[in-house]
């Protein structure tokens, strides 16, 4: 009850208004950019570019065991396909910026640094 005289007042009339519009905005946007799609699509390419590490990860293992290239190829072949195929799916997210692929770059040069890979 203390909530509808509080509505009352010219400042509880302007606060009201402020969070109706930005409701109302946030709805525009949320409908616009399809959020639950997205970000089920999102998940999906995750998953399948989490399979496709797994996948270098044993490519590697295989090349640390000095496999020959003719062991070798084919199975960096299929990997490479995949990816393309996967990354074919995947559109320019909004969010994606060139400073978050810079940071992204870093980690994994990082890694294969450590790996001695790089």
Do not use: C
Request: avoid cysteine.
């Amino acid at each position: 009850m203390a909530g509808w005289t509080l509505w009352n007042t010219p400042g509880g009339k302007f606060a009201w208004a402020i969070v109706a519009g930005l409701a109302s905005i946030g709805a525009i946007i949320h409908g616009s950019i399809r959020v639950p799609s997205h970000v089920k699509a999102q998940e999906e390419l995750r998953k399948e570019f989490g399979t496709l590490r797994l996948g270098l990860e044993g490519f590697f293992y295989d090349i640390a065991l000095e496999r020959s290239m003719e062991e070798l190829k084919p199975k960096f072949d299929k990997l490479h396909e995949e990816y393309k195929k996967v990354w074919e799916r995947s559109r320019p997210d909004i969010l994606g910026t060139m400073r978050l692929q810079r940071k992204v770059q870093d980690k994994l040069d990082l890694e294969l640094k450590k790996r001695g890979m790089l």
